[in-house]
């Protein structure tokens, strides 16, 4: 899955849970500064009831009273003692233990969603600092094709992930009806940078020193010297690198990964050299 695709998933599925925390949080607000009110019933049977005076007068009583006092028919009443002085619950005067439970659970929230995102984004971003998921300079372009040879053919980097091999000048005809420029700008310098994986499950695929051939020990895939596929279940042939040569050193975008050539693409037309690291046989 391409870096585009999964942030076309993540992004749209953050914001989604972001509103709904910021629905509930409202919703919350809402029902905390509700005030109920007095259905028709209730209201038509308090009208029957007789209040006791210590209670309060009910919007009847005063509108009563006030027509009473105008008509100069009420008698005023004697002033009530001052209620002592209570002070307030210390609870009420800031935030409720209900409030900050609330805003601790959406604060957390919002922090582990925050985390979240960014871990996500740190994955699927492209490192720039250097190592896999960068442009890797390799080293000066002769350097590199002496690495190989040294090492029998096949030279594997590390810090990218990657094989190089040595590609030959006389398939570069080939290799132009098949493979991409960005393909093309390496094999034309004389190399061919390949990802280590397998793309039938995801193994490491080693070479065989004995056939001069990728040969992967999960489920038999072969792949030639420029991991064209030869063999085996795997669905196309080894995904590779686009590669540079500026100034006369190699750089490597590891954080492009170019699928592999379709079944059937043989450009070089390398056979076997010899016998088979997994045994049986080598071609298709």
Not at 212 to 225: A, K, L
Not at 239 to 264: H, K, M, N, W, Y
């Amino acid at each position: 899955m391409s870096t585009g695709t999964i942030l076309l998933i993540v992004i749209p599925l953050l914001v989604v849970l972001a509103g709904v925390l910021l629905a509930g949080a409202a919703r919350r607000r809402e029902t905390d500064a509700a005030v109920g009110g007095l259905s028709r019933e209730t209201r038509k049977r308090d009208k029957g009831v007789t209040l006791d005076a210590d209670l309060e007068p009910t919007g009847q009583d005063v509108e009563r009273e006030a027509r009473l006092a105008q008509s100069g028919k009420l008698v005023p009443a004697e002033p009530a003692p001052l209620e002592p002085y209570t002070p307030p619950d210390a609870e009420t005067l800031g935030v409720t233990r209900r409030q900050f439970l609330n805003r601790a659970i959406l604060g957390f929230t919002g922090f582990s969603l925050a985390a979240f995102g960014g871990a996500v984004l740190a994955f699927v971003w492209p490192n720039a600092q250097g190592g896999f998921g960068s442009k890797i300079r390799v080293g000066n372009i002769d350097d590199v094709k002496a690495s190989i040879v040294e090492n029998g053919g096949f030279f594997y980097v590390p810090e990218g992930r990657m094989w190089i091999t040595e590609y030959p000048s006389d398939a570069l005809e080939k290799a132009a009806q098949v493979y991409s420029p960005a393909e093309l700008t390496g094999m034309e310098a004389g190399v061919n940078t390949l990802f280590q994986t397998c793309p039938h499950l995801g193994c490491r695929v080693p070479n065989c020193d004995s056939s001069q051939w990728f040969e992967c020990p999960c489920h038999g895939s072969r792949y030639n010297r420029v991991g064209e596929k030869r063999g085996g279940p795997a669905p196309r042939g080894m995904d590779r690198f686009p590669a540079t040569v500026s100034g006369g050193v190699l750089e490597v975008d590891t954080g492009v990964r170019i699928q592999g050539p379709p079944i059937g693409t043989n450009t070089t037309g390398q056979e076997p050299e010899g016998p088979s690291c997994l045994g049986g046989t080598t071609a298709e």
